[in-house]
C-alpha cells in the first residue's frame, strides 16, 4: 500500500540553524500538507499546497517557514532560523485531486537546542 | 468548519465493539464527517469518512443521524493496538483543504 514518507525521523538543530524536514507524497496525489504537533498539544495544520504554489497557510507559518517540491517526488518545509519553540513533531500529507481525505507521514521529530 | 464535541476518554474491553460518539449540531449541509487516529505520536491514520449515509470499510463503521448532528465511530473488535487518540472533524470535503484536529477521545483497549 502506498505510503507518506518523511526523512529524517528526527533532527537536532541548533537555535538560529536552518533546517530542511523532507517528505515524499503518495506519488499520484496532488495535494500536498505539512502539520505540526508540539508534545502534548493538538495537531496544528501549517501550509498547504497545489500547482507548485501555497494554497492556504495558518498564522504559524510566518517568514521563517517556506514549502518547495524541487523534484516531481519530493515536497520539503525549510525553517529558516529556528527558534526553541519549533521543537516539535512536523507531519507532511498528502491527498489525491477530488477527495477530501489526507494521508499523514509518520512525522519528523525536530528538537532546537 | 462545525465544531465537534467528543468525550476526552474512554475504555473498551478487548474484543468488544468499540462505541465513539461526536456531537457535531452545528454541522452545514455540505460538510462530511472524518475520523482519524493517531496512535502515540504517530502520524494522524485515516479511518473513515462519511456525509449523510452509514458507511463501513476494512477498519471501522460509520453512524451519522438522520439530523447529521451526531455520529459513532464503530471498532466492531477492538484490539490492544486500537489503543489511541481519536479524532471526529467535519469539514467540507474539497480537497485542499486542511483539518482542524481537537483534543479527540483517547480509547483504552483493556485485556
Known amino acids: 500500500e502506498p505510503e507518506v514518507t518523511q526523512t529524517p525521523s528526527h533532527q537536532v538543530t541548533q537555535m538560529g540553524q536552518e533546517v530542511i524536514l523532507r517528505c515524499v507524497p503518495i506519488?499520484?496525489?496532488?495535494?500536498f500538507y505539512w502539520y505540526r504537533q508540539i508534545l502534548g498539544q493538538k495537531v496544528e495544520f501549517l501550509v498547504s499546497f497545489y500547482n507548485n504554489e501555497i494554497s492556504e497557510k495558518s498564522e504559524i507559518f510566518d517568514d521563517q517557514f517556506s514549502v518547495e517540491r524541487p523534484d516531481g517526488s519530493n515536497f520539503t518545509l525549510k525553517i529558516r532560523s529556528t527558534k526553541l519553540e519549533d521543537s516539535a513533531m512536523y507531519f507532511c500529507?498528502?491527498?489525491?485531486?477530488?477527495?477530501?481525505?489526507?494521508?499523514f507521514g509518520p512525522g519528523t521529530r525536530l528538537t532546537v537546542t | 468548519d462545525a465544531k465537534t464535541t467528543q468525550p476526552p476518554s474512554m475504555d473498551c474491553a478487548e474484543g468488544r465493539a468499540a462505541n465513539l460518539p461526536c456531537n457535531h449540531s452545528t454541522i452545514s449541509g455540505n460538510e462530511y464527517v472524518y475520523w482519524y487516529r493517531q496512535i502515540h505520536s504517530q502520524g494522524p491514520q485515516y479511518i473513515i469518512h462519511g456525509l449523510k449515509n452509514n458507511e463501513t470499510n476494512e477498519m471501522a463503521s460509520l453512524i451519522i443521524t438522520e439530523d447529521r448532528k451526531s455520529s459513532t465511530l464503530i471498532l466492531p473488535h477492538a484490539t490492544l493496538r486500537d489503543t489511541a487518540v481519536y479524532y471526529c472533524i467535519v469539514r467540507v470535503g474539497l480537497h485542499g483543504q486542511n483539518f482542524v484536529f481537537g483534543p479527540g477521545t483517547r480509547l483504552s483497549v483493556l485485556p
Open positions: 506519488s499520484n496525489h496532488l495535494y
Open positions: 500529507a498528502s491527498s489525491e485531486a477530488g477527495l477530501g481525505e489526507q494521508y
